[in-house]
């Protein structure tokens, strides 16, 4: 059993609340079809839990093998450090079959946020680093491909469906809430 | 399951081919920490990301002075397609002639299947194995297991 090294933290990007009963944590890849076919599925997740589930995304880009893995990570997190890492988060799954520099681009101008800061946060990899330790923190704790998920501490290795999703999470609630 | 050689024990040498025209011994990495990795065949989906993983967290392994060597019975040429498909940049290993006879050595080779078995070994500067470890075939060992063991191999050496 695989046990996360690294829980969330005030670093990670987190959707819902901070007191939430369950934690579930995705180390993902925006090239990764398994992570763009996870993500709909993840939200459904979300919706069905609602305050009761705290979501985090970590990054883990196999760039060997996908081109534009560690861009649209580092695109993220420009989003992200302008407050806006979620909204670039879902756009960039949703058009996972365009990425690129002109995808990059056309959403931090959606967003309302600078092109060319975008470029020079890129050409200096301002949030290589970021991209690098959520990583790693993955390949220490067992992530061996993605999405990989953790629900609390704990690996899941089931399938990215909503029931299995849905029934090992409402387990860790029921766990969660009984009285010590 | 195979019964791999244990930590302790002085890792066997051995010559293989890493390219169609050139060989590599385990001999000439003496001085240096080496990870084998045995794995079942090239292109099959569970090493694909096994290996594909390792590729990408090799400059991890390069902090340890540790250098990862991959190892089944493909063939070179086969090797060499397979490394260029997806851009792997550690050596893989040919098993391939008199098949399996490295993985023999090391106990990690499945006689029924006729391939090596998914087993990881770590081997000091000396040439001892420090740790060794069997995964179930189907399932991608990760490299959490290789850090540690790299770790504290470091610490003790210190």
Redo the contacts between chains.
Sequence with gaps: M?LLRFPVNSSDHVQGPDNASVTLLEYGDYECPHCGLAHPVVQRVQRYFGPRLRFAYRHFP????HEYAEAAAETAEYAGFHGRFWEAHDMLFENQDRLGLPLFLAIVRYLGLSEQGLRDALAHGTFADKVRRD??SG???????TPTFFIDNRRYDGPVDFEPLVATIAAQLEYAMTPA | MSQLLAPGTTAPDFTLRVTPDQNLSLGELRGRRVILSFYPADWSPVCGDQITLYNQVRREFEKYDAEILGISVDGAWCHQAYAKHNHIHFPLLADFHPKGAVAQKYGAYRELDGVCERALFVIDRKGMIFWSYLSPIAVNPGADGILDALESLQNQEK
């Excluded at chain 1, 196999?62 to 093998?65: N, R, V």
């Excluded at chain 1, 390949?139 to 491909?145: I, P």
């Design positions: 695989s196999l760039t060997e093998i990583f790693l390949v220490r704790s067992g992530v061996n491909g």
